[in-house]
């Protein structure tokens, strides 16, 4: 019998900030492996009882295409958008952007830092794995303020 190769996938997406700083975006990336979605961000509040590094997140939102809460004492939440996606199999670009989140993100280097304006942010760090991969010419829009943050 034939193996099945591994697929890999990588989804980035944005939705705006919070209510009053929605003129600004929030990003995040799914990556998927083995059929498994694993959502990747930073949320600017240490949560016990999930799974994070510092602030950098996985999984706390349980829905990976789900944006966050338009206020933060809101039950509604903002539509997301997707900007970019890769896929592919073992070797792929793809599968080293899977495998560089997966085990670089507990060392992300501003992962016990965060601030709003000008950085390190969510957007700081969605460009630090984008820095990491300067082929796949993937670019945050202009309002993703923290994104060269340094």
């Given at each position: 019998?034939?193996?099945i190769?591994?697929?890999?996938?990588?989804?980035?997406?944005?939705?705006?900030?919070?209510i009053?700083?929605?003129?600004?975006?929030?990003?995040?990336?799914?990556?998927?492996k083995?059929?498994?979605?694993?959502?990747?961000?930073?949320?600017?509040?240490?949560?016990?009882?999930?799974?994070?590094?510092?602030?950098?997140?996985?999984?706390?939102?349980?829905?990976?295409?789900?944006?966050?809460?338009?206020?933060?004492?809101?039950?509604?939440?903002?539509?997301?958008?997707?900007i970019?996606?890769?896929?592919?199999?073992?070797?792929?670009?793809a599968?080293?952007?899977?495998?560089?989140?997966?085990?670089?993100?507990?060392?992300?280097?501003?992962?016990?830092?965060?601030?709003f304006?000008?950085?390190?942010?969510?957007?700081?760090?969605?460009?630090?794995?984008?820095?990491?991969?300067?082929?796949?010419?993937?670019?945050?829009p202009?309002?993703?303020f923290?994104?060269?943050f340094?």
């Amino acid at each position: 019998m034939k193996k099945i190769p591994e697929k890999y996938e990588v989804y980035f997406y944005i939705c705006p900030a919070h209510i009053p700083f929605h003129f600004a975006v929030h990003p995040w990336i799914v990556t998927v492996k083995n059929g498994i979605s694993t959502r990747w961000e930073i949320i600017h509040r240490k949560y016990d009882g999930k799974e994070r590094f510092g602030y950098v997140y996985k999984n706390f939102y349980t829905n990976p295409t789900q944006g966050i809460k338009k206020k933060l004492t809101s039950s509604d939440y903002w539509d997301a958008t997707l900007i970019a996606s890769l896929s592919g199999y073992q070797k792929s670009q793809a599968q080293r952007i899977v495998d560089f989140i997966e085990y670089q993100s507990p060392h992300y280097p501003y992962k016990d830092i965060y601030k709003f304006f000008p950085g390190p942010n969510s957007n700081t760090y969605i460009g630090w794995i984008l820095k990491e991969f300067p082929t796949i010419e993937i670019k945050l829009p202009w309002n993703a303020f923290g994104k060269n943050f340094k």
